[in-house]
């Protein structure tokens, strides 16, 4: 079983649609990360949180540190917006979930 | 300045070639990670250095030979490597090994012929 699983591992939606990717851990956290990375591209973060919410631009990152679970969203979704996102959580050591791939139609 | 630099961007190399990939912060960081990353898998930890010193190995292969000339520069040395090794070599700082707010580089996307 990995320590962080994702959900769902592929997600095609229309431009404009609300979307919503979850992460849940099992392991002891310090931080949790939300990653972006586009097809080919290194990694960019997103968010880094220990509790409560997060809102960047159209991205908001929740945290419900006693459910070990983590939800990002994505508002008025845009071509753009396709990339896979990774959750990653650290405590002693960096685990990393195996991604979500994100297609937005136009 | 907040930012991981990472060179090359793309390498190709043969079985016999020696190569170095590179890794710079200038944010001050004193821990610096190498992961690799295949096809559509989440990264892989190679290698980190805290305080300039090695302090993690996950049984990496000693064809990959990881070297921290100081604390703002990480290098990779690459010696006798297999196709199997083609992938996304990803670079890491974070202020220290402690702090898990990781900060990455572009990646360099190795292919080995």
């Known amino acids: 079983k990995n320590e962080v699983e994702q959900s769902p591992q592929n997600l095609t939606a229309q431009e404009g649609e609300f979307i919503t990717i979850n992460c849940s851990y099992s392991v002891g956290i310090s931080a949790l990360h939300w990653l972006q990375q586009h097809p080919g591209g290194g990694i960019v973060s997103l968010f880094m949180?220990?509790?409560g919410k997060k809102k960047h631009g159209r991205l908001i990152a929740t945290i419900n540190i006693q459910e070990k679970h983590s939800s990002l969203h994505i508002t008025a979704s845009h071509p753009r917006d396709s990339a896979v996102y990774i959750c990653?959580?650290?405590?002693?050591?960096?685990?990393f979930g195996t991604g979500t791939s994100l297609t937005v139609i136009p | 300045d907040t930012e991981v630099t990472q060179t090359p961007k793309h390498l190709v190399m043969g079985m016999t070639n020696k190569k170095s990939l590179k890794c710079e912060q200038h944010m001050g960081h004193r821990a610096m990670y190498w992961y690799k990353q295949k096809a559509k898998k989440p990264p892989e930890l190679m290698f980190v250095?805290?305080?300039?010193?090695?302090?993690i190995n996950e049984s990496v292969p000693s064809r990959f030979s990881p070297e921290c000339p100081n604390s703002s520069l990480l290098n990779l040395h690459l010696h006798a490597l297999q196709p199997e090794d083609s992938a996304l070599y990803l670079c890491?700082?974070?202020?220290?090994?402690?702090?898990?707010?990781?900060?990455f580089g572009p990646g360099t996307r190795l292919t080995v012929l």
């Open positions: 949180l220990s509790s």
């Open positions: 890491a700082s974070s202020q220290d090994p402690s702090n898990n707010e990781q900060f």
């Open positions: 250095y805290s305080y300039e010193k090695l302090s």
């Open positions: 990653a959580v650290g405590g002693n050591q960096f685990y």
